[in-house]
């Protein structure tokens, strides 16, 4: 299988799914398990993104400055700093990390 098949296929599917959910009677989306699960699932495809877009490069997993940076901001967001703040801050760090030649 080529990567356009896999796109395609993936396309197909995305859309099949948005399909079935308008078809769907509201009054099976509006039980609270569905609900839940569509919150937690948001949570975790999250989660998921930002792990591959801290760790991956390429088919590696590559510890850089992104590392710290993220952790930085995950503090900040547990203390609730403002977003800009948060943003701000793990650019310094990842920055400064580069700059000094810590984490390439």
Not at 59 to 63: D, T, Y
Not at 86 to 96: C, D, G, H, T
């Given at each position: 299988m080529?990567?356009?098949?896999?796109?395609l296929i993936a396309?197909?599917?995305?859309v099949a799914l948005k399909?079935?959910?308008y078809l769907l009677?509201?009054?099976i989306l509006e039980l609270p398990r569905p609900s839940r699960i569509a919150d937690l699932l948001t949570v975790a495809l999250l989660a998921a993104l930002v792990m591959v877009q801290t760790l991956g490069a390429g088919?590696?997993?590559?510890?850089d400055a992104r590392v710290p940076?993220?952790?930085v901001a995950?503090?900040?967001?547990?203390?609730?700093?403002p977003?800009?703040?948060?943003?701000?801050?793990?650019?310094?760090?990842?920055?400064?990390?580069?700059?000094?030649?810590?984490?390439?």
């Open positions: 080529t990567l356009w098949n896999a796109v396309s197909i599917v995305c399909t079935a959910g009677p509201a009054r088919q590696a997993i590559v510890v940076a993220v952790l995950a503090g900040l967001l547990m203390l609730r700093a977003f800009l703040v948060v943003v701000a801050a793990a650019a310094v760090v990842a920055a400064l990390l580069r700059l000094w030649g810590w984490a390439a």
